[in-house]
């Protein structure tokens, strides 16, 4: 089983910064495509980046390319998210999510989910 814990979230001002961070479980860390998500009230869960399993490839949703970078750090079981110039609309609850073969943006594809970090910007 793959375990998923997201840290980071908070309160912040826009324009303002955050990282999130995602620890993974198991050594199959090293080979798993990794995405973040998120879903804010009312809404369907959104794709926000996504990174394969060398780090050397990573996509990401529109509404946040040139803010936000997606990174690995496999020696520490780790993916993060920095997050800049973060505005209102970026309020969320943001998800980490695993996958052993995913190449995807969309959520279905995923097989291993955390419980979220709520990101909230102030305006």
């Known amino acids: 089983q793959v375990r998923l814990v997201e840290s980071g979230g908070g309160l912040v001002q826009a324009g303002g910064s955050l990282r999130l961070s995602c620890a993974a479980s198991?050594?199959?860390?090293?080979?798993?495509?990794m995405g973040w998500f998120r879903q804010a009230p009312g809404k369907e869960r959104e794709f926000v980046a996504t990174?394969?399993?060398?780090?050397?490839?990573?996509s990401y949703a529109d509404s946040v390319k040139g803010r936000f970078t997606i990174s690995r750090d496999n020696a520490k079981n780790t993916v993060y998210l920095q997050m800049n110039s973060l505005k209102p609309e970026d309020t969320a609850v943001y998800y980490c999510?695993?996958?052993?073969?995913?190449?995807?943006?969309?959520?279905?594809?995923?097989?291993?989910w955390g419980q979220g970090t709520q990101v909230t910007v102030s305006p």
């Open positions: 990174i394969n399993w060398s780090g050397s490839t990573t």
């Open positions: 999510a695993a996958d052993p073969d995913a190449r995807s943006a969309f959520p279905r594809d995923y097989d291993y």
């Open positions: 198991g050594r199959t860390f090293l080979t798993y495509f």
